[in-house]
């Protein structure tokens, strides 16, 4: 029988491939996370492939453990739906199959933002909370995750509503405020009528900032006027990893 060992979660985005054993206890890394570049174009193939590399980096630590995956795309039954920063051959692969045919273990492959969401209710800002948590990630674009009395809902894909005849993500992503030479005044003002639009629809107990630019919260959130307290992320880029290896386990026992 394969000996067991901590988790393995793995969080694959469009530069980077990162993976480490998770401890669930403590809901942190149990070992210093490995980071590979994505492989370019990130085929299913290709990307498996690097799966498998860091696999085999933590066999000692995670042994026969579980794995888990996250993906910045939709995800029904381990087959992945739609294609953010990977290559369009992914739509309809099945993931779950094609990771576990690389790597012999057992594997749950889920939403990026949902594995951040999970993390942040497990270990992080919404730990504890009651009612309904919206998780939503600024990066690139924006993902979303929603948690109903600790039970996730996947793949909302809050970052595509459509407001003001444009594609939310299009107008309030972090990347945009970037790209676009942005303030953070005029930033703001997106990012209000983002999440007022999201409180007028879902009606949240709490809302959750993650993504690279939480960091930076002090400068933002305290400036939104809305009715739900709205707190930053506290895994940060942790999350995906650990609410990927936390959701392998639960699926797996």
């Known amino acids: 029988m394969a000996k067991k060992g901590y988790p393995l979660g793995i969080d694959i985005g469009g530069s980077g491939i990162k993976g480490a054993p998770v401890d669930l206890k403590e809901g942190e890394f149990a070992k210093s996370r490995l980071k590979i570049a994505t492989p ?130 299009d107008r309030a992503a972090s990347s945009v405020k970037d790209n676009e030479g942005l303030s953070w005044d005029e930033w703001i003002e997106r990012l209000q009528r983002y999440y007022e639009t999201i409180e007028m629809l879902f009606s949240p107990d709490l809302i959750v900032v993650g993504g690279g630019v939480s960091r930076d919260s002090d400068k933002f959130l305290p400036k939104l006027r809305l009715r739900a307290p709205i707190v930053p992320a506290e895994l940060r880029n942790k999350a995906g990893i650990i609410g990927a290896a936390h959701r392998a386990v639960d699926l797996a026992s």
């Not at 498996?48 to 993906?71: H, L, M, N, R």
């Open 40 to 169: 370019q174009p990130a085929t299913p193939e290709a990307v498996a492939q690097v799966v498998d590399q860091i696999v085999d980096e933590f066999d000692k630590e995670t042994g026969g453990s579980p794995i888990g995956v996250a993906v910045p795309a939709v995800v029904i039954r381990g087959t992945v739906l739609s294609a953010a920063n990977i290559d369009p051959s992914w739509i309809n692969t099945d993931a779950e199959a094609l990771i576990k045919e690389h790597t012999g273990r057992s594997v749950t492959v889920l939403n990026d933002a949902d594995a951040a969401g999970l993390a942040e209710l497990h270990y992080g800002a919404a730990k504890g909370e009651h009612g309904l948590v919206i998780l939503t990630t600024l990066g690139t674009g924006i993902g979303s995750a929603l948690i109903h009395d600790g039970r996730l809902i996947p793949n909302s894909e809050l970052g595509h509503l459509e407001i003001d005849g444009y594609d939310a993500e």
